[in-house]
């Protein structure tokens, strides 16, 4: 059975620019959530959506906006590139509440 | 409020011995599940061991094990048998099954160095 898979693993833009990651989720899971974690803040969550419908979010600018295809699949998007959006992007994985959520490997953003 | 706590930035451990990682949690809803994840160098999230706040039973995953002492709002992972593989970032995580969410709040992770 597939893990969860992120592309790309890793990227470098330039401030003011946009950024778009993908996640595939485990087949069968509905539920695809967002986290970002960088040295000073650890990890947050950015967004959960379950079967196309974003049902949480967390405390960030409106740069960060997601979307979630029919195939359980999501990208997330940042427009407007900052410094302080070089990160780790993790997306998980899971089936709903209640149960075990798995990650990817993430994918190693750089803003210069 | 919904936190958690991890005490120790930092700890080592001799190969072969047993460790256990802190972890306490605060939180009023009665339904919620705690995780722990290990994270090396490269990156990757890799999922531990889960514990529901209605398991009766303490969880385990082969070398690792959850000391979940609900009254005490603790949830220690016990890794047995170090092995230097096992060196990496270890975060203890939770989730409020209320809402129907699958948010994850996280601690500051421990870092472990296994020595040989």
């Known amino acids: 059975k597939a893990g969860v898979t992120q592309t790309p693993r890793y990227l470098i833009k330039t401030r003011g620019q946009q950024v778009t990651l993908s996640c595939s989720p485990i087949s069968g899971h509905r539920s695809v959530s967002w986290y970002q974690q960088t040295p000073g803040q650890g990890l947050q969550f950015l967004f959960e959506y379950f079967s196309e419908t974003q049902r949480n979010k967390g405390n960030f600018p409106g740069r960060f906006s997601g979307r979630q295809f029919s195939n359980s699949r999501s990208e997330m998007n940042v427009s407007t590139l900052e410094l302080g959006d070089s990160a780790l992007y993790l997306c998980?994985?899971?089936?709903?509440?209640?149960?075990?959520?798995?990650f990817g490997e993430g994918s190693w953003l750089t803003v210069v | 409020a919904q936190k958690i706590t991890q005490t120790q930035p930092g700890m080592f451990v001799q190969e072969k011995e047993a460790v256990t990682l802190d972890c306490t949690y605060d939180?009023?809803?009665?339904?919620?599940?705690l995780f722990w994840y290990k994270q090396p160098s490269s990156g990757e999230m890799i999922f531990l061991i889960y514990?529901?706040?209605?398991?009766?039973q303490n969880a385990t995953e082969g070398r690792y094990s959850l000391n979940f002492q609900k009254a005490r709002k603790s949830a220690n992972l016990v890794i047995s048998a170090s092995q230097l593989g096992d060196s990496a970032m270890y975060f203890c995580a939770m989730n409020f099954f209320s809402g129907g969410y699958n948010k994850l709040i996280f601690g500051a992770g421990t870092r472990l160095a296994v020595h040989p």
């Open positions: 514990q529901g706040s209605y398991d009766q």
């Open positions: 939180t009023s809803d009665p339904s919620y599940g």
């Open positions: 998980a994985s899971g089936q709903g509440t209640g149960n075990t959520i798995y």
